[in-house]
């Protein structure tokens, strides 16, 4: 008995120490994994804050693979319009390319078509690469070359990732310098003009078109134009207008015909010259031209469209060295209820040369409707130098667009500039009588040759320049004149030879030496030009395009009725709710 109690205390005993050891070796594990679970590395944080603070599990997961997308292919590029439509071929001529999803690097290609003009020769090549510039995605510019094929080309846009336009035939033509090989009548979309600018519904407005035409000889015999809305069909014809007569290389208008659009909204307005074939021209593919205009649907108390009265660039100068210049225009809104100028629109010109002398002032870039309130407004000039002129529009708040723009002169004048052979800068200048008008040219190389010519006012044709420098190439032409007549003055630089050049136009209060000017030209080595590239008093006269018409947003007010049941009796009543 004494030995099992004393067998039985051993065991408990046995058992005590046994729990015991096991619960030190439970608290040595439990204080190692704290002092790991603190420090990260075996050793006990130094840091309190951190002491009791344990970093979160790491969540286990299996990553989902990232799907492979196929980019989206990028849209077609699409040409609308080519502008100008034609250039003589003796000479590089820029055209613009109108259209849709045009590409940085883009270029411009153009097909020969020659439509009997002439006979395909073995080096004709299919198709010629334009040198391009990208001005945005819906405008290119690129250069033809001189001494092409005669005849009609297709033009077509190709972006750099291949994909390419359709090609819009015909829309170029080569023309010879021979103007009696050429006869061509056309028009563009901001020559449909309407009066007034503004439509309303239901309201009678007059509609022409301004006509130009390339080359020919002599007067053309009256012809028509006929004019349609929607659709070129007979359900749709609006009515037949006449021009009486027209010159070589000069426009007329269309007599005015009455319409009244009967709805509201955006309306296409077409023309088609000289629909009866009266007129033998050498590209028959120009003669339909597409506007679409917006009109309103109704006519609000102010009637009387508003007066753009003066446009200033960089606050009032002519001559600028940046591209990017600033616009604002003095402009009211006349008697009887004014609703005030609330809208300015831009348009920049350019000088299209025709044949010999001949050539029209085109629309080359355009802005939207600008915030009046807003201006100055930023604005980028076209980036070939030279002249240019400018043309503000402005609207009111019942959206009549005024009659007539301001226009303004502006010569871009950067330091260093470049041209193909046969190529032509003009600036104008204006000038007071006693000063100075000092021009200069300077090659970059040996072999490199740009002419000087100035013009003076109301040039007769025969009587020659006011001063002109043709020296051989490779040296500097400069010329410097001190007028006694004032007004603007025509400066040329002709390109003798393809050429890059430092250029300078000054205009002092007096000559340091008192000339009429300076022309130790060589004449035996060149032949002076006799005639300006473009008639020194052409300038544009404000019809040569029409701002876009401006859309109309309405709030449409209806009424629906809700019930009330009347406190104490079955009467119901209606009330109106009003719903915009």
Same mark, same amino acid.
């Given at each position: 008995?004494?030995?099992?109690?004393?067998?039985?205390?051993?065991?408990?005993?046995?058992?005590?120490?046994?729990?015991?050891?096991?619960?030190?070796?439970?608290?040595?594990?439990?204080?190692?994994?704290?002092?790991?679970?603190?420090?990260?590395?075996?050793?006990?944080?130094?840091?309190?804050?951190?002491?009791?603070?344990?970093?979160?599990?790491?969540?286990?997961?299996?990553?989902?693979?990232?799907?492979?997308?196929?980019?989206?292919?990028?849209?077609?590029?699409?040409?609308?319009?080519?502008?100008?439509?034609?250039?003589?071929?003796?000479?590089?001529?820029?055209?613009?390319?109108?259209?849709?999803?045009?590409?940085?690097?883009?270029?411009?290609?153009?097909?020969?078509?020659?439509?009997?003009?002439?006979?395909?020769?073995?080096?004709?090549?299919?198709?010629?690469?334009?040198?391009?510039?990208?001005?945005?995605?819906?405008?290119?510019?690129?250069?033809?070359?001189?001494?092409?094929?005669?005849?009609?080309?297709?033009?077509?846009?190709?972006?750099?990732?291949?994909?390419?336009?359709?090609?819009?035939?015909?829309?170029?033509?080569?023309?010879?310098?021979?103007?009696?090989?050429?006869?061509?009548?056309?028009?563009?979309?901001?020559?449909?003009?309407?009066? %007034? +600018?503004?439509?309303?519904?239901?309201? @009678?407005?007059?509609?022409? /078109?301004?006509?130009?035409?390339?080359? #020919?000889? &002599? *007067?053309?015999?009256?012809?028509?134009?006929?004019?349609?809305?929607?659709?070129?069909?007979?359900?749709?014809?609006?009515?037949?207008?006449?021009?009486?007569?027209?010159?070589?290389?000069?426009?007329?208008?269309?007599?005015?015909?009455?319409?009244?659009?009967?709805?509201?909204?955006?309306?296409?307005?077409?023309?088609?010259?000289?629909?009866?074939?009266?007129?033998?021209?050498?590209?028959?593919?120009?003669?339909?031209?597409?506007?679409?205009?917006?009109?309103?649907?109704?006519?609000?108390?102010?009637?009387?469209?508003?007066?753009?009265?003066?446009?200033?660039?960089?606050?009032?100068?002519?001559?600028?060295?940046?591209?990017?210049?600033?616009?604002?225009?003095?402009?009211?809104?006349?008697? %009887? +209820?004014?609703?005030?100028?609330?809208? @300015?629109?831009?348009?920049? /010109?350019?000088?299209?040369?025709?044949? #010999?002398? &001949? *050539?029209?002032?085109?629309?080359?870039?355009?802005?939207?409707?600008?915030?009046?309130?807003?201006?100055?407004?930023?604005?980028?000039?076209?980036?070939?130098?030279?002249?240019?002129?400018?043309?503000?529009?402005?609207?009111?708040?019942?959206?009549?667009?005024?009659?007539?723009?301001?226009?303004?002169?502006?010569?871009?004048?950067?330091?260093?500039?470049?041209?193909?052979?046969?190529?032509?800068?003009?600036?104008?200048?204006?000038?007071?009588?006693?000063?100075?008008?000092?021009?200069?040219?300077?090659?970059?190389?040996?072999?490199?040759?740009?002419?000087?010519?100035?013009?003076?006012?109301?040039?007769?044709?025969?009587?020659?320049?006011?001063?002109?420098?043709?020296?051989?190439?490779?040296?500097?032409?400069?010329?410097?004149?001190?007028?006694?007549?004032?007004?603007?003055?025509?400066?040329?630089?002709?390109?003798?030879?393809?050429?890059?050049?430092?250029?300078?136009?000054?205009?002092?209060?007096?000559?340091?030496?008192?000339?009429?000017?300076?022309?130790?030209?060589?004449?035996?080595?060149?032949?002076?030009?006799?005639?300006?590239?473009?008639?020194?008093?052409?300038?544009?006269?404000?019809?040569?395009?029409?701002?876009?018409?401006?859309?109309?947003?309405?709030?449409?007010?209806?009424?629906?009725?809700?019930?009330?049941?009347?406190?104490?009796?079955?009467?119901?009543?209606?009330?109106?709710?009003?719903?915009?």
């Amino acid at each position: 008995m004494a030995l099992h109690q004393t067998q039985k205390h051993k065991t408990a005993a046995s058992q005590k120490s046994t729990h015991s050891i096991w619960g030190l070796a439970a608290l040595f594990l439990v204080a190692l994994a704290v002092v790991f679970a603190v420090s990260g590395t075996g050793k006990a944080a130094t840091d309190q804050s951190q002491r009791y603070q344990s970093p979160p599990p790491s969540p286990i997961y299996t990553p989902t693979p990232t799907p492979t997308v196929s980019p989206l292919p990028s849209p077609t590029p699409v040409v609308e319009a080519v502008n100008p439509g034609s250039g003589v071929i003796n000479r590089p001529n820029q055209i613009n390319v109108y259209g849709n999803h045009f590409q940085s690097r883009a270029v411009v290609r153009i097909f020969w078509e020659s439509h009997g003009q002439t006979a395909r020769s073995a080096d004709t090549p299919v198709y010629i690469q334009l040198d391009t510039q990208f001005i945005g995605p819906q405008h290119l510019v690129a250069k033809v070359p001189a001494n092409i094929a005669k005849g009609l080309y297709g033009v077509r846009v190709i972006n750099p990732d291949n994909q390419r336009s359709e090609i819009v035939h015909a829309a170029y033509e080569a023309t010879s310098a021979n103007p009696q090989d050429t006869n061509d009548l056309t028009s563009r979309a901001e020559n449909l003009w309407t009066t %007034p +600018n503004a439509l309303t519904a239901g309201e @009678s407005v007059s509609l022409g /078109l301004t006509v130009f035409r390339t080359g #020919g000889v &002599g *007067g053309l015999p009256p012809f028509a134009v006929d004019f349609y809305a929607g659709e070129v069909n007979a359900t749709h014809k609006i009515g037949r207008g006449f021009i009486t007569g027209i010159s070589p290389d000069s426009s007329a208008s269309t007599s005015a015909i009455s319409w009244t659009p009967e709805s509201h909204g955006e309306i296409k307005l077409f023309a088609v010259i000289d629909p009866d074939g009266q007129i033998a021209e050498s590209n028959e593919q120009n003669n339909q031209i597409k506007r679409k205009v917006n009109v309103r649907y109704t006519q609000l108390t102010d009637t009387t469209p508003p007066l753009a009265q003066k446009l200033y660039v960089n606050g009032g100068e002519h001559q600028v060295s940046d591209p990017n210049v600033s616009l604002s225009v003095d402009a009211v809104d006349p008697a %009887p +209820n004014p609703t005030g100028v609330t809208k @300015s629109y831009y348009v920049e /010109l350019q000088w299209a040369s025709g044949i #010999g002398s &001949g *050539g029209v002032w085109i629309p080359v870039k355009w802005t939207t409707w600008n915030d009046f309130a807003s201006q100055p407004h930023a604005y980028e000039m076209m980036p070939n130098s030279g002249l240019r002129y400018l043309q503000a529009w402005v609207a009111d708040g019942a959206g009549n667009i005024s009659a007539k723009p301001a226009i303004q002169r502006v010569n871009y004048v950067p330091a260093t500039d470049s041209l193909l052979e046969g190529e032509i800068r003009v600036f104008r200048p204006a000038l007071l009588a006693g000063q100075c008008l000092s021009v200069r040219v300077e090659p970059a190389g040996s072999a490199m040759d740009p002419d000087l010519y100035v013009w003076p006012p109301n040039h007769t044709p025969g009587d020659g320049p006011a001063g002109y420098s043709i020296l051989p190439a490779g040296q500097v032409d400069q010329v410097v004149i001190q007028p006694t007549q004032a007004g603007i003055y025509q400066v040329e630089v002709v390109a003798f030879t393809d050429a890059t050049y430092n250029q300078s136009i000054e205009i002092l209060e007096s000559c340091p030496t008192a000339r009429t000017s300076l022309a130790p030209a060589l004449p035996n080595a060149k032949t002076p030009r006799t005639e300006p590239s473009v008639p020194v008093e052409n300038v544009p006269v404000g019809d040569e395009t029409v701002p876009e018409t401006i859309k109309q947003y309405l709030s449409f007010i209806s009424f629906t009725s809700r019930e009330i049941q009347s406190a104490g009796s079955n009467k119901t009543i209606y009330l109106p709710t009003l719903n915009r």
